[in-house]
């Protein structure tokens, strides 16, 4: 798991965990100058310190790659041991749940693009949320809080007017979780109109 990948297309999961464990790596304990991590790590008593900021990204990878491997060995026991580069562990997945029940693999899938969202967050790319449906109005160009920062709990903000209308004039505000729901619902969709 400690390898780098190599990965050409830069926007999946995996590419963005790739990036994402790359630039952990190359930033030890130097000093991330010019750079504000605040928001990110809320509860660390000496902000600006790298070395707390590193143990937040190096926390941050660690929790995903657990999550996807725990839920990938709880659909499927016999699932082989893990590829020996950390962002491989999105296919590893995938090949160890083909076989499961469809509601797991959906549930992956989820997974998935939530983390595709949290690592490119994480990195401080807060662009992968504009281009996501709100999961009520169906409108594109959810809006991500600048104070959200890095803060991956944050929540996105629908600003289309007529949304907020319905909604008792409340922008309505999705977690990461509600964004990957709906994008893999829709995925799944259009997939079936497809066939
Ligand atoms: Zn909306």
Same mark, same amino acid.
């Given at each position: 798991? /400690?390898?780098?990948?190599?990965?050409? /297309?830069? /926007?999946?999961?995996?590419?963005?965990?790739?990036?994402?464990?790359?630039?952990? %790596?190359?930033?030890?304990?130097?000093?991330?100058?010019?750079?504000?991590?605040?928001?990110?790590?809320? %509860?660390?008593?000496?902000?600006?310190?790298?070395?707390?900021?590193?143990?937040?990204?190096?926390?941050?990878?660690?929790?995903?790659?657990?999550?996807?491997?725990?839920?990938?060995?709880?659909?499927?026991? /016999?699932?082989?041991?893990?590829?020996?580069?950390?962002?491989?562990?999105?296919?590893?997945?995938?090949?160890?749940?083909?076989?499961?029940?469809?509601?797991?693999?959906?549930?992956?899938?989820?997974?998935?693009? %939530?983390?595709?969202?949290?690592?490119?967050?994480?990195?401080?790319?807060?662009?992968?949320? %504009?281009?996501?449906?709100?999961?009520?109005?169906?409108?594109?160009?959810?809006?991500?809080?600048?104070?959200?920062?890095?803060?991956?709990?944050?929540?996105?903000?629908?600003?289309?007017?007529?949304?907020?209308?319905?909604?008792?004039?409340?922008?309505?505000?999705?977690?990461?979780?509600?964004?990957?729901?709906?994008?893999?619902?829709?995925?799944?969709?259009?997939?079936?109109?497809?066939?």
């Amino acid at each position: 798991m /400690d390898q780098d990948a190599e990965v050409t /297309d830069t /926007d999946t999961a995996a590419a963005r965990l790739g990036q994402l464990h790359r630039y952990f %790596r190359e930033r030890p304990v130097t000093g991330p100058e010019g750079h504000s991590y605040t928001a990110f790590r809320a %509860r660390t008593p000496a902000a600006g310190s790298p070395i707390l900021y590193d143990t937040t990204v190096s926390e941050h990878i660690t929790n995903a790659v657990t999550e996807i491997v725990t839920h990938t060995r709880a659909a499927n026991p /016999d699932a082989g041991p893990l590829p020996a580069r950390t962002a491989d562990v999105y296919a590893w997945a995938r090949d160890n749940m083909q076989h499961a029940p469809d509601v797991e693999q959906q549930r992956q899938a989820v997974i998935e693009a %939530r983390h595709r969202l949290e690592h490119a967050i994480t990195a401080g790319d807060t662009t992968v949320v %504009r281009p996501h449906r709100c999961p009520a109005c169906h409108t594109i160009g959810l809006h991500w809080p600048r104070e959200a920062g890095r803060n991956t709990r944050a929540k996105a903000v629908c600003v289309n007017l007529n949304c907020a209308a319905a909604n008792g004039g409340m922008h309505r505000r999705w977690s990461l979780e509600a964004l990957a729901c709906e994008q893999v619902r829709v995925e799944k969709m259009l997939r079936e109109c497809a066939t």
